[in-house]
Each structure stands twice: as C-alpha cells, then as structure tokens.
C-alpha cells in the first residue's frame, strides 16, 4: 500500500514537472524552443537554472559576477546547484556598461535598438540582474528575484537575500524606476504576474 502510494505521488510529481517545463509553456502562445534565439537570465539560483537546458542553440546571457561566484566554495550554501547546469553551458557574460537607464547609472544592451536591456539589481545574490523590455507604451520590469511580488516593492521588502544592505538599496531603486515611468512589474514567484501582464496592469 505505501509502496503504491508512493508510486503514485512518483507519477504525479513527473507529471506536474513535465507538464509545467518550459516547452509546455511556449506551445500555449505557439512557440517552440528552436523559435527562441536568446535567453537572459536574471540569476543562476538552483530554480532558476533548469530550463537553460532546453536552449542550448541560443544565446545565454548572465552577469559576469554571478557566473563566477557560482562555482565557488560557497555556491551550494547561497544556492547554486552545479549539477544542474547542462554539460554545455557556458555562457555569455554580461559586464554593465556607462549607459544610464533612469536612476541606474550602468545597463547592457541585449538589443542593438536598445528596447531590450538590463541593468544590475544586485542583493538577492551577488551578480542578480533585471531584464527591461520596452515597447511604444510601457516597460515590462522583469525582476527575477527581487522582490515576491509588486506589494513588497512597495513597502521596498527584498525577497530572501545573500547581501542585505546592497538589497536594501536595490529595492530602493528600482521602486524609484518603476514610479518614474509607466511599467508593469514582473516577478518570478508573483501568482498575480500572468494577470498583470495580460491586463497590462501598470506599477
Ligand atoms: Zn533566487
């Protein structure tokens, strides 16, 4: 019987693995992998790093500083899981560049247009990176981490951190960019961030 049980839940946990896998989600919008040219990544913590491994024909971006902190000693400890990334990885690395963007002094250019850029957002882990995309009307805040979701940017709460003053003032500053211009604020563990995004709901 435990045995069964067991097996059971073995079956439903692959299932939700798989039916929530990256691929799944891009066929819902009729997008493919091998569609899909370039991927940044906003950090390399161990749930943020799995589904790299479905683009190994594109371009990866990550911050420099990220990349080389992973490895290290302490890399499991701040949660970095080495055994994760796919044999093939090896990155792009991001150093930021003197192009302000708003209240960030530095930012990189994913595209030459610039519409497409991403400024450093350190403190949640040392190389943390927010991706800006912009079109006519709006700027989509990809926040990775930084924050759980739009309420605790508000109250400027980071979400769990490795440096806590540089995250602190982190928060600061990009609750001071998302005032400053109209954006629609998405975090990676935010329930609300497929409505926000479908409503165009705006900071
Ligand atoms: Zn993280």
């Known amino acids: 019987m435990i045995g069964s049980r067991r097996s059971n839940f ?12 990256i691929p799944h989600q891009l066929a819902k919008i009729g997008v493919t992998p091998q569609d899909v040219s370039t991927i940044v990544l906003t950090h390399m913590h161990g749930d943020h790093i799995g589904g790299p491994s479905h683009f190994e024909h594109c371009k990866i971006f990550v911050s420099r500083s990220e990349y080389e902190l992973a490895p290290g000693k302490k890399g499991p400890g701040n949660g970095y899981f080495l055994k994760n990334w ?3 990885f090896r ?3 991001i150093d930021y560049e003197e192009h302000p963007e708003g209240n960030f002094k530095k930012s990189f250019p994913i595209t030459d247009d610039g519409a497409i850029k991403v400024v450093p957002t350190p403190g949640h882990s040392i190389g943390h990176q927010s991706i800006l995309a912009k079109d006519s009307t709006f700027t989509y805040f990809i926040a990775g981490d930084l924050t759980y979701n739009c309420a605790t940017l508000k109250r400027e709460i980071p979400d769990v951190v490795l440096m806590n003053k540089v995250a602190q003032q982190t928060v600061e500053k990009v609750h001071r960019y998302v005032q400053s211009t109209p954006c629609i604020y998405l ?3 935010d329930w609300n961030a497929v409505d926000l995004l479908e409503k165009k709901e705006v900071f």
């Open 10 to 21: 073995a079956a439903m946990a692959f299932a939700f693995a798989t039916i929530h896998e």
């Open 86 to 88: 796919p044999k093939w």
């Open 91 to 93: 990155p792009t690395l």
């Open 187 to 189: 975090s990676s563990h």
